[in-house]
């Protein structure tokens, strides 16, 4: 038999809670966060009041990609660049490359668990406020 570690409800409340904190004190810049397994189905996701369409898709989008590929999504957009690809050759529309997620691992295997990411700010301040969310985790 197999134990798999996964992702608890309270640690992904725990890591959205901080996220919403940070990111809220500055309401003028709303953004969108995402939080998805290591398969990437959705596990929690919130978005700020007047947080535009675009920001909503891609958050989810590139915390997919990031758990999907098992790296954090600038080093995941770095790697097709390096290879001459595009996410286009992949053949999975979910898939994008922008920075913005940041992959969770378990600290005793190195097993992805999910992601976490953030769409709406500049790409560094949307992987900062990913990395918030897994530093609260609790891993």
């Given at each position: 038999?197999?134990?798999?570690p ?18 809220t ?19 929690s ?9 675009n920001?909503q ?7 997919y ?54 769409s ?20």
């Amino acid at each position: 038999m197999y134990s798999k570690p996964m992702l608890s409800l309270d640690q992904t409340q725990r890591a959205m809670s901080a996220m919403i904190a940070k990111a809220t004190q500055e309401p003028d810049r709303p953004v969108a966060m995402a939080i998805v397994d290591d398969e990437g189905n959705l596990l929690s996701y919130a978005r700020m009041d007047n947080c535009r369409p675009n920001p909503q898709t891609f958050a989810i989008r590139k915390a997919y990609t990031s758990a999907l590929s098992g790296v954090d999504s600038a080093a995941y957009s770095e790697r097709l660049k390096s290879q001459g690809r595009t996410v286009s050759d992949f053949g999975n529309p979910n898939l994008v490359s922008a920075q913005g997620a940041v992959v969770i691992t378990d600290p005793a295997s190195g097993a992805v668990l999910g992601a976490i990411g953030v769409s709406g700010l500049t790409a560094q301040e949307d992987e900062d406020l990913s990395r918030l969310g897994v530093e609260n985790l609790g891993l």
